[in-house]
T-cell receptor, first 115, second 115 residues
């Protein structure tokens, strides 16, 4: 089945630093989504991308949909302690028969921020 | 607007028992997807329901089943529980558009522990 390779697995950075993480796939996706999950909670949607090459920002977060439709990256600028958590990429494969409900998730990037 | 709600939040069962988890989507959302999250396998797609019909199913045994009601609320059932079924079960709702936009919003999850 389709798989997403998300890297890095973990990051330990200083407050104020910029962060970059990415996801790659061997097959194309129609949609890329980035989520953040805190312990004991469900993932929270950060950014959604729908077109190849699209670059979208949400505050200090910026994400891009790769032009090949097989990759995406997420950047966080000027990190703060509340950015701590696990970040997941998710891709929606091309759908047939009207079904859009299947997201493929990366394994996550665990972000730790030193004050 | 209220978010996705899931009940119960925590559940402890023993092997061989069955369990039913409930999910209420965001008002107006007709698509509900279920995911299993474990430390080893990450987030894996179980199934998706739309207008009371299962439209897509992941690679899980038949012990995992679900249904959706006319008000879009959904339940999933796991029969003959195994130790490996211990996981966080997440429900996500989506307002699907004809353009293919599929932003899935997650509930807080149900933490199932099988003893």
């Amino acid at each position: 089945g389709q798989q997403l390779n998300q890297s890095p697995q973990s990051m330990f950075i200083q407050e104020g630093e910029d962060v970059s993480m990415n996801c790659t796939s061997s097959s194309i996706f129609n949609t890329w989504l980035w989520y953040k999950q805190d312990p004991g909670e469900g993932p929270v949607l950060l950014i959604a991308l729908y077109k190849a090459g699209e670059l979208t920002s949400n505050g200090r977060l910026t994400a891009q949909f790769g032009t090949t439709r097989k990759d995406s990256f997420l950047n966080i600028s000027a990190s703060i302690p509340s950015d701590v958590g696990i970040y997941f990429c998710a891709g929606q494969p091309p759908f047939y028969g009207g079904s859009q409900g299947n997201l493929i998730f990366g394994k996550g990037t665990k972000l730790s921020v030193k004050p | 607007k209220a978010g996705v709600t899931q009940t119960p939040r925590y559940l402890i069962k023993t092997r061989g028992q069955q369990v039913t988890l409930s999910c209420s989507p965001i008002s107006g959302h007709r698509s509900v997807s279920w995911y299993q999250q474990t430390p080893g396998q990450g987030l894996q797609f179980l199934f998706e329901y739309f207008s009371e019909t299962q439209r897509n199913k992941g690679n899980f045994p038949g012990r995992f089943s679900g249904r959706q009601f006319s008000n879009s609320r959904s339940e999933m059932n796991v029969s003959t529980l195994e130790l490996g079924d211990s996981a966080l079960y997440l429900c996500a709702s989506s307002l699907l558009t004809s353009g293919g936009m599929n932003e899935q919003f997650f509930g807080p999850g149900t933490r199932l522990t099988v003893l």
